[in-house]
């Protein structure tokens, strides 16, 4: 009997003026849009893991503060026909500094500022319905507190803190 898991992933909301940060990614369905998102890291916290995968993918710094939803989603991909749950924790976060010049993941291609309007409009574009879902959450003022979400240290390397 196997044991079945969740791919655990983290999303970071970023509004600015109205628009949210996203990104052009290459798939194996096309071109998509996604929010700044990716898999939690051995060693690391759910935290530590949207600051990082937002620099990465978007080359800004960002700083959450509240948790807008957790969800959960079955894909089958069709290139490989694997069966995957994600459990994706979706942060609100605040613009800290963008970064010009840094190197964005590969597969990125760019970032983009959208307003609700122009993410409704584009379903066929989005990674996942978990995109508009955690938008229209966030619109809705779907907000809890940080202090909600714990980190063992037995979960963390080195000298990361909980």
């Known amino acids: 009997m196997s044991l079945w898991k ?3 992933t983290v999303a970071a909301l970023v509004e600015r003026d109205g ?5 052009e990614e290459t798939t194996a369905q096309g071109v998509r849009i996604n929010q700044p998102a990716g898999h939690l890291d051995p060693g690391e916290s759910l935290l530590e ?5 937002a620099l990465e993918e978007t080359g800004c710094a960002v700083e959450p503060r509240a948790l807008v ?3 959960m989603a079955r894909f089958v991909h069709q290139s490989s026909a694997t069966d995957v749950t994600y459990l994706r924790f979706a942060f609100a976060c605040e613009l800290v500094r963008e970064l010009p ?6 597969g990125i291609l ?3 500022w959208l307003t609700p309007e122009e993410i409704r409009a584009a379903p066929e ?4 319905p978990l995109v508009s879902r955690s938008v229209e959450d ?3 003022g779907h907000r809890a507190p940080l202090a909600l979400i714990h980190t063992h240290a037995s979960c963390l390397y080195g000298s990361r803190q909980a």
């Open 110 to 112: 760019r970032t983009v």
């Open 125 to 128: 574009r989005h990674r996942s």
């Open 6 to 8: 969740p791919s655990v």
């Open 101 to 106: 010049g840094r190197a964005l993941d590969a």
């Open 69 to 71: 939803g957790v969800y």
């Open 138 to 140: 966030y619109l809705a």
């Open 49 to 53: 893991a949207v600051v990082r995968e």
């Open 19 to 23: 628009r949210f940060l996203l990104v």
